[in-house]
């Protein structure tokens, strides 16, 4: 089979302007001699202002960076990629830049293909903000179930001292009564100060549950962490999220936004699972009760730990902070719900959430 020979020129002439990516080429001085038409477009600048032109008559805030990274490319002749800040048309954004030498005319220049990145990159961000506040949330309650905890004790021994002064100031002397009620006295603004303690750790735990749309708040916890789903993994496989969802699936009584950071940790947490990529399948059972489950394909869980994941602190990830599955229990359990986890018999594990039904 026979082919037509093809025409270099005419390749490159074709291939150059449909890349889908911001191209240029500056010279050593740093002034653009080429830019593509998507430049062009993107910033609104005419190609007749680009050419000749430097980052400091265009861009004067992010000049220096730029011109370090020319200057970098030119001097090891090897090429650079880096993540850079865009300033374009008033706002502010992100983008993978791959810089190269690329010899013309005997002189080095700098050819650069941009890529923007700028809702990756946010979306990643703004995922990080929602994980920060999830873990210092957990770290809160954590601490004021520790705080409760102890208060509820000491309130018991205040209360068995006072009861114990009591008994011996009836069989005290007369003149000892003053000195035992001044006590009792202490005792008991000491126990009306760690009742204090419980009421307002009990303050920020007040029902705020609405009906919710079950499937519909799966739908957005999906959305929150795909983009950090989409990536390829640390060994280069991809992940999946297949959702298979009864129609309709019946309401439920919970915290919107706790419900949907508990559903987004269970998926990041099946993406770790699986560093060679896999899938993680989201089912759901009805009957009296509603039963979601989250499962992957990853190792499943070492069998010592299938009974400490849900403790506060306990995690087996270097940087893992151990809070997300004990919040998880704990959202559970205030809406009278339950969390478990099991290894599944073909590899991975799965987590099930049990909700009781707001239509029943």
Not at 125 to 131: K, N, T
């Amino acid at each position: 089979m026979s082919s037509e020979p093809v025409q270099i020129d005419e390749l490159i002439a074709r291939f150059v302007p449909s890349i889908p990516a911001r191209i240029w080429v500056k010279n050593a001085a740093g002034a653009y001699v080429y830019v593509n038409q998507r430049l062009v477009e993107d910033f609104g600048i005419a190609r007749e202002q680009w050419l000749g032109a430097s980052d400091e008559q265009l861009f004067p805030d992010l000049a220096r960076a730029y011109r370090r990274n020319d200057l970098e490319v030119i001097s090891t002749g090897q090429p650079l990629q880096t993540t850079d800040l865009v300033a374009r048309r008033g706002r502010q954004e992100f983008a993978f830049v791959l810089r190269f030498p690329l010899d013309l005319a005997e002189q080095r220049h700098v050819a650069a293909l941009a890529i923007d990145l700028t809702t990756e990159v946010s979306g990643l961000i703004e995922l990080q903000r929602v994980q920060d506040q999830r873990y210092q949330a957990e770290r809160l309650r954590a601490l004021g179930e520790l705080a409760s905890g102890v208060a509820h004790d000491l309130s018991n021994s205040l209360n068995a001292a006072m009861l114990r002064l009591d008994a011996v100031r009836r069989k005290a002397d007369p003149k000892l009564h003053a000195d035992v009620d001044a006590v009792i006295r202490s005792l008991t603004t000491a126990a009306e100060r760690v009742k204090g303690v419980r009421n307002f750790v009990r303050a920020g735990r007040d029902d705020q549950r609405s009906t919710i749309d079950l499937a519909g708040l799966v739908k957005q916890a999906i959305e929150m962490v795909e983009v950090v789903m989409k990536p390829p993994t640390l060994f280069g496989g991809r992940i999946r999220i297949e959702c298979a969802l009864p129609d309709p699936l019946p309401p439920v009584s919970a915290i919107a936004t706790e419900l949907q950071h508990v559903i987004a940790n269970l998926l990041l947490n099946a993406r770790d699972a699986m560093p060679e990529g896999g899938t993680i399948s989201i089912t759901a059972k009805v009957t009296d009760r509603i039963e979601l489950s989250v499962a992957d394909e990853g190792a499943g869980i070492a069998e010592e730990n299938i009974d400490r994941v849900f403790s506060p602190f306990f995690t087996t990830k270097p940087t893992g902070s151990g809070l997300g599955l004990s919040m998880a229990k704990d959202v559970m359990t205030r809406i009278g719900g339950e969390i478990s986890v099991r290894n599944r018999p073909e590899g991975g594990a799965e987590f099930k959430l049990r909700f009781v039904r707001s239509d029943s």
